[in-house]
Nanobody, 122 residues
Framework: QVQLVESGGGLVQAGGSLRLSCAAS????????MGWFRQAPGKEREFVAA????????DYADSVKGRFTISRDNAKNTVYLQMSSLKPEDTAVYYC???????????????WGQGTQVTVSS
């Protein structure tokens, strides 16, 4: 398993940008596909983006496609979510998670971070 810690959340105005980071600990980080999920008040947790262990394959929810970019630096044991053109509906707690292979099913991700709050004002 791997331990994950998110950071980079905060308050930003609509149209602004923010980069989230997810620091992982453990020698097996490179073997995990990584994903970002978010949960807004009163809503269920939803898939945002995912990336394969190699970083070659990525997947995005339609709601963020073209605005968000997921990337990873295995040498630094870190996954990133670059968010641009932020909208109020992007407001949520963002979580990073690790899985055995790239997918968008939250139940298949076995390790989760504590989450970081992203608030987008209009």
């Amino acid at each position: 398993q791997v331990q994950l810690v998110e950071s980079g959340g905060g308050l930003v105005q609509a149209g602004g940008s923010l980069r989230l980071s997810c620091a992982a600990s453990g020698r097996t980080f490179r073997h995990y596909a990584m994903g970002w999920f978010r949960q807004a008040p009163g809503k269920e947790r939803e898939f945002v983006a995912a990336i394969s262990w190699s970083g070659v394959t990525t997947d995005y929810a339609d709601s963020v496609k073209g605005r968000f970019t997921i990337s990873r630096d295995n040498a630094k044991n870190t996954v990133y979510l670059q968010m641009s053109s932020l909208k109020p509906e992007d407001t949520a707690v963002y979580y990073c998670a690790a899985a055995l292979s790239i997918n968008r099913d939250s139940s298949s991700f076995g390790s989760w971070g504590q989450g970081t709050q992203v608030t987008v004002s209009s």
